[in-house]
């Protein structure tokens, strides 16, 4: 069984295989991402139980702004109706929703829900659900060094003062006290990180998952964290 001395602390979760798991059934791809939903819920519960302190999500890549028209739209609305029909659960479990990416590419009303579920959850401490959103690893790099560089420029800082805190405090997992994923979780088979959370991923432990998202359910959350527990972790040390 699953030791709770041993849980991670932050869990980040690339949900993958809504449109496979869809063209199965003959139907859209929206139609996985409904069904997507139901997992992510089954999840940020379980996570919430079990101890895990961050979720980590990757709800929308920004390379995925090259998909049909019709399937960006159907997830944007998407992401309005759940946190909509969410937000009072996330406030009465104690949930903490932070959002990660390049939110000025979201619809307007989109970005009026974020930053007020935002400002609602902020002192919620018992799970804290970070959702990226428009997100791009690469970026969040390249915007860390903007910032730098703008903070040398004006004399905020020296260039002696750039180390691996600095640049964590620049990244967009500022956000949370737990920025390095312990645990990353791929479903639907595939095996790449897909330009998520790059610089975080140093030192986590990578699960890959053959059930498509919306088959990823507790037992295959339990498989994923009993994996983990057993793994020896030493961040480069000899064993
Ligand atoms: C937007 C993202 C969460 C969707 C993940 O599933 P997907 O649409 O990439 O599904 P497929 O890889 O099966 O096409
Ligand atoms: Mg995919």
């Known amino acids: 069984g699953l030791r709770r001395d041993l849980m991670p602390r932050h869990v980040a979760v690339i949900m993958d295989g809504n449109g496979r798991w ?26 919430g139980r079990w101890g895990v302190r ?29 946190i909509k ?10 949930i903490r929703v932070s959002v990660i990416g390049d939110s000025s590419r ?25 959702v990226a959103a428009s997100y791009s690893g690469k970026y969040d790099v390249v915007q860390a060094c903007k910032s730098i560089a703008h903070k040398v420029k004006d004399e905020v800082i020296q260039v002696d003062d750039i180390d691996e805190s600095l640049i ?5 997992t ?8 312990d645990l990353l979780i791929r479903t639907s088979g595939e095996l790449r990180v897909s330009n998520f959370l790059l610089w975080q991923l140093a030192y986590t432990e990578l699960f890959f998952a053959p059930a498509l998202w919306p088959d990823f359910g507790k037992p295959e959350f339990i ?13 480069g040390g000899r064993s």
């Open 85 to 94: 029909s969410e937000l009072d659960s996330f406030v009465g479990e104690g």
């Open 106 to 130: 979201l619809p307007e009303s989109l970005q009026k829900l974020i930053s007020e579920t935002e400002e609602k959850t902020k002192d919620n401490s018992i799970l804290q659900l970070i």
């Open 22 to 47: 869809a063209k199965q059934r003959g139907l859209p791809p929206g139609a996985g991402h409904e069904a997507g939903v139901q997992s992510l819920r089954e999840m940020i519960e379980l996570c």
């Open 223 to 235: 498989q994923a964290l009993a994996s983990f527990q057993q793994r020896q972790r030493r961040f």
């Open 168 to 172: 964590e405090q620049e990244l967009e």
């Open 54 to 82: 961050v979720l980590t999500v990757f709800a929308f890549s920004y390379d995925n702004w090259i998909r049909p028209s019709v399937e960006v739209q159907f997830l944007m609305s998407l992401f309005e109706r759940v």
């Open 174 to 181: 500022s956000c949370t006290q737990y920025p390095y994923p």
